[in-house]
């Protein structure tokens, strides 16, 4: 798999845990510890599939996803949140169409290896590309 994977979460240990996880299937992987650290990344070029975290200080994984998107940054990449929140509350309302997926945690590895390895799949087959709301 040559799609490169974004970790957005500022819990050390959950970015620790996906970082061994998909090394371990030699899957480049880029770290954010915020949505700061995400927009920087993806302005310096990061394309691929991001794991947003929704819980955190700053900036969340909603406002987070609010400036990808109205900074031009979402196309090419594909969003899938990573987040201990069992169901998405009212700040995803408009946005949803840019989150391909919801994971909670605590979360099966193996079941998120293979949901990130499908959707890079799709990625590689036709790059998503939203219009700016």
């Given at each position: 798999?040559?799609?490169?994977?974004?970790?957005?979460?500022?819990?050390e240990f959950?970015?620790?845990?996906?970082?061994?996880?998909?090394?371990s299937?030699?899957?480049?992987?880029?770290?954010?510890?915020g949505?700061?650290?995400?927009?920087?990344?993806?302005?310096?070029?990061?394309?691929?599939?991001?794991?947003m975290d929704?819980?955190?200080?700053?900036?969340?994984?909603?406002?987070?996803?609010?400036?990808?998107?109205?900074?031009?940054?979402?196309?090419?990449?594909?969003?899938?949140?990573?987040t201990?929140?069992?169901?998405?509350?009212?700040?995803?309302d408009?946005?949803?169409?840019?989150v391909t997926?919801?994971?909670t945690?605590?979360?099966?590895?193996?079941?998120?290896?293979?949901?990130?390895?499908?959707?890079?799949?799709l990625?590689?087959?036709?790059p998503?590309?939203?219009?700016?709301?």
């Amino acid at each position: 798999m040559n799609t490169r994977v974004m970790i957005v979460d500022d819990n050390e240990f959950i970015r620790e845990a996906v970082e061994i996880l998909f090394q371990s299937e030699d899957i480049p992987i880029a770290i954010a510890e915020g949505g700061k650290e995400c927009l920087d990344q993806l302005e310096a070029g990061f394309r691929g599939i991001i794991l947003m975290d929704v819980m955190m200080p700053d900036m969340d994984g909603w406002d987070t996803i609010r400036e990808i998107v109205a900074r031009g940054l979402y196309d090419g990449n594909l969003i899938l949140m990573l987040t201990a929140k069992r169901e998405p509350d009212a700040k995803m309302d408009g946005i949803q169409i840019y989150v391909t997926d919801y994971v909670t945690k605590p979360f099966n590895p193996s079941e998120l290896l293979d949901m990130v390895k499908y959707y890079a799949t799709l990625l590689n087959e036709e790059p998503p590309c939203h219009e700016s709301q």
